[in-house]
């Protein structure tokens, strides 16, 4: 017989005693039809209580089996029991590592010191062009903006980025085309119709500054991503896989299965959590599994401006299966201005615009077929 039988046998006969001696002394004083009547109405809300906790502890075993087969278990963990979900998610967050080593990146940092020339790398401002090319217009003939230049003498050099040369972006200056997606291109993203990569081998140091002057600028339109022209330092670091790439699911799945025998039916990591840990400890567990200092469940932040290395989305990669743009160009975040609370990117509501591109087309320099895409939440 468990705890609870025992209470409750124990305080039923407990009852029942005082009933009889109630009983009794109304017997033994005359009133023993007014005591009858109380005994038999005591008797009804006394049973009645009695099937509605039964009931109440029926339905909350229900409950309990229903958050046990879900996998949330309805304990209250013990510090110790975190702290050794935690190890056993850095040990997952390594092995992951092992099957998928990082990836040499650029990263980029605004510089709000320096006053960019034409010829640096930068978000917005006027662009570098060589006037024996023609300027590139978009699918109305305007002519587009720059969103940002890479000068590859400024960065670090990681094959298969060129080593020289500059690098630049455009995008529309159609107001109504950049409030639909700043010239993302829904059906055909690597069109280039509204938005456009070019690439300068050779710079002309002698070109006419004034003349131009004369192209659009992106900071000043109203539904600019980009609210000003930054200069940016380039550095080298490392990126490495996130919850957000395609694949992280199959290699987490593969990890637990390597290290603790495992299998993860739905291989995706939150799953597995939930039948270890209630939700209001998960995120704890959860941080654990961060691949490095970069990239974030909740897709990109600062730390992601970056050139190769892995995407970290806001949704999901929506590359079609079979997209042969299999490498990160450039990926450009919200980012907010440390100096005044203000914004120097953004992009919807908060999100980030990145350019993919074939490894073989980057070795080659041909940039003309480009995937772009722009994410918020």
């Known amino acids: 017989m468990d705890k609870e039988k025992l209470t409750d046998l124990i ?20 009133h023993w039809k007014a005591f009858i009547i109380l005994a038999v109405l005591f008797v009804i809300s006394k049973s009645a209580l009695l099937i509605g906790q039964r009931k109440l502890r029926k339905t909350i075993k229900e409950l309990e089996g229903t958050l046990a087969s879900q996998g949330r278990p309805s304990y209250v963990p013990k510090p110790s029991e975190i702290e050794a979900m935690q190890s056993k998610a850095n040990a997952i967050s390594n092995q992951i590592k092992k099957q998928c080593p990082p990836q040499p990146t650029i990263f980029f940092a605004i510089d709000h010191e320096k006053k960019p020339t034409i010829f640096d ?38 094959d298969p980025l ?24 829904y059906d055909a993203p690597t069109s280039q119709k509204n938005c456009r990569v070019v690439y300068h081998e050779a710079v002309n140091r002698n070109v006419d500054v004034q003349q131009l002057g004369q192209y659009p600028r992106i900071e000043g339109l109203e ?5 000003g022209e930054y200069s940016l330092n ?43 840990l209630p939700e209001e400890h998960r995120d704890e567990v959860d941080d654990a599994l961060v691949m490095g200092d970069n990239p974030m469940y909740y897709g990109p932040t600062e730390k992601n401006f970056q050139m190769l290395g892995f995407p970290a989305f806001e949704q999901y990669d929506g590359r079609p299966e079979g997209c042969q743009c299999d490498t990160l160009l450039l990926q450009i975040p919200t980012i907010e201005d440390s ?11 908060c ?14 320099r041909n940039f003309s077929q480009v995937y772009f895409e722009y994410q918020c939440y």
């Open 351 to 364: 999100g980030s615009a990145r350019l993919f591109i074939n490894a073989d087309d980057l070795r080659h």
């Open 11 to 30: 305080r039923n006969i407990l009852w029942a005693v005082l009933l009889i001696l109630a009983l009794i002394r109304g017997i033994a004083s005359g």
């Open 234 to 276: 380039a550095t080298q670091g490392e990126s490495y896989i996130n919850r957000t790439c395609n694949s992280f699911e199959q290699l987490f799945a593969n990890a637990v299965k390597q290290l603790y025998g495992d299998k993860v039916e739905t291989p995706y990591f939150d799953d597995y959590l939930k039948r270890i």
């Open 223 to 227: 539904n600019s991503p980009v609210m």
């Open 121 to 158: 790398s930068k978000l917005g401002g006027i662009p570098y062009w060589d006037a024996t090319k023609p300027y590139p217009t978009d699918a109305n003939g305007r002519p587009m903006a720059l969103a940002m230049q890479v000068n590859f003498e400024e960065c670090p050099h990681i």
């Open 339 to 349: 100096q005044d609370g203000n914004w120097c990117t953004i992009w919807g509501d």
């Open 162 to 185: 060129p080593q020289s040369g500059i690098l630049q972006f455009f995008i529309t200056t159609d107001e109504t085309v950049l409030e639909e997606g700043y010239g993302m291109d």
